[in-house]
């Protein structure tokens, strides 16, 4: 019963951290929409979930510079980002579509905040099976 618990909140701790470098995409993305040249990206999101959970780690995104923020675990590296294909042709050469981007922030913010319940009430439901055995 532990290992099964342990294997599901491993599972569910990866997709949360996927879940929440995808937010970090996205609301760059939506940063930058007026930034001439600015190139979209996302990550397709259950392929990344199979390699974080059927592969051992390796290769995490590394600061390039002395001020730069180290990556959270899990974090993809920037080579298996995918480009967001531009919805129409921009004078500026920027591929952020704001439609888009909020509706794939606002998908993903459900999808993390259901990841975030279901590790709760795993954990909650285990707790209290082990406090209903003891008392037993």
Request: avoid cysteine; charge should be positive; charged fraction near 20%.
């Amino acid at each position: 019963m532990i290992k099964q618990l342990t294997d599901t909140l491993n599972f569910q701790t990866q997709a949360l951290v996927l879940r929440s470098e995808r937010q970090r995409l996205l609301a760059s993305n939506i940063a930058n929409a007026d930034t001439p040249g600015y190139k979209a990206r996302d990550m397709d999101f259950a392929s990344a979930l199979r390699e974080a959970t059927g592969a051992a780690r390796g290769g995490a995104m590394a600061a390039t510079q002395a001020g730069h923020i180290s990556p959270p675990a899990g974090a993809r590296s920037e080579a298996k980002l995918l480009w967001a294909a531009p919805s129409q042709t921009n004078l500026d050469n920027n591929t952020v579509d704001m439609d888009r981007e909020r509706a794939s922030f606002a998908d993903n913010s459900i999808k993390y905040e259901a990841t975030l319940r279901f590790i709760n009430s795993s954990v909650r439901t285990t707790l209290d099976s082990m406090k209903s055995h003891n008392a037993a």
